[in-house]
């Protein structure tokens, strides 16, 4: 299945926004919407820090891990998520961009490495989907990058 890509400009450095999306507790504060029931384990940043959540989307739930693989300060961290009884195997990867005017640019893409045979059937439907709600993702990470680096005085 083709990849699933989705950015947005937020006016924040690039080592500002890693320094939040290392944190692997603080993407339950942007994703909630669609990623429930959040547990822990592992550091609490850098690779090997994983969560176990439930992800609704489509009217389907499925119980998902997280785990950061790969992480290269202050530009990418890669994280591997399983799911469908380990029938789906993703990645997604964050990418940090400076922009010239200051501020960044963070790209999330999220690629499929096996999908279940539904996935592929419906894959035009499955990435719209994902799509869709990985752009409101990016609208309430650019939000909670606001309050965290106010909050924080950085």
């Known amino acids: 299945m083709k990849s699933v890509t989705v950015s947005i400009d937020v006016p924040r450095t690039p ?29 609490d940043r850098g690779i090997g820090s994983c969560a ?13 891990t997280i785990e950061v693989v790969k992480a290269d300060p202050p530009m990418c961290i890669v994280e591997r998520n399983v799911s469908a009884g380990g029938r789906r195997l993703a990645h997604g990867t964050y990418t940090v961009e400076p922009l010239r005017t200051g501020g960044s640019r963070v790209s999330f893409t999220y690629a499929w490495a096996r999908a279940p045979l539904a996935d592929r059937l419906l894959a035009p439907l ?3 989907t994902m799509r869709r709600a990985n752009r409101t993702v990016m609208r309430r990470l650019a939000t909670e990058l606001v309050r965290h680096v106010s909050a924080s005085g950085s």
Not at 25 to 42: M, V
Not at 52 to 61: P, R, Y
């Open 15 to 43: 080592e500002q926004v890693y320094d939040f999306l290392d944190v692997m507790a603080h993407h339950e504060r942007f994703t909630d919407h669609y990623l429930t029931g959040w547990s822990y384990s592992g550091p």
């Open 52 to 64: 176990a959540v439930t992800a609704t989307l489509g009217g389907k739930k499925t119980d998902v």
């Open 126 to 128: 499955v990435r719209a």
